[in-house]
């Protein structure tokens, strides 16, 4: 039952992944990688973020993310400013342009999600999110013990 309920989140995530990359390669953006959308997309909703943030959000490295900092600044989507606080920190945010395309995505999605549940009776969908809501929550503490334990490991370094 785990696994069939693992291969149907994937299929769906993956599936959404790929209809929103076939958008975006058909849109005014595309430039980007749905990688670096997903960054745009974190920014929009947590602006002010360093890369260490974004990147431990997205789960990459942050040499990785990094790169596609870097490749988002070029283009013109992100800044990257000095923290006033600590000038070592540097502060990503969104640009104009970064704005358009995050809003955008978000907008796609919540068509996509839409249009999926668009047929659910009010029965099916409270049973839907008190899953998804659960497994956020599970997840959510599994993050946040392996975050606490990376940052013991660090602190003995």
């Known amino acids: 039952m785990a696994e069939e309920m693992a291969e149907l989140v994937l299929d769906l995530y993956e599936r959404l992944l790929w209809c929103e990359g076939y958008e975006l390669r058909n849109s005014p953006y595309n430039d ?33 993310f990094t790169a596609t900092a870097d490749h ?25 342009k970064g704005e358009a395309v995050a809003q955008l995505s978000l907008e796609y999605r919540l068509g996509a999600v839409k249009h999926i549940t668009n047929d659910f009776t009010p029965e099916e969908m409270a049973v839907c999110k008190r899953c998804l809501r659960r ?13 606490a334990k990376t940052n013991k490991n660090n602190s003995k370094s």
């Open 72 to 96: 988002l600044v070029e283009k013109g989507y992100i800044t990257r400013k000095k923290d006033p606080q600590d000038r070592r920190v540097s502060r990503l945010d969104l640009t104009k």
């Open 32 to 64: 980007l990688t749905v990688k670096e959308l997903r960054a745009l997309t974190l920014l929009s909703q947590t602006p002010h973020q360093t890369a260490q943030s974004v990147a431990y959000e997205l789960r990459l490295t942050p040499g990785s």
């Open 135 to 147: 497994g956020i929550k599970l997840l959510e503490n599994e993050m946040e013990l392996t975050k």
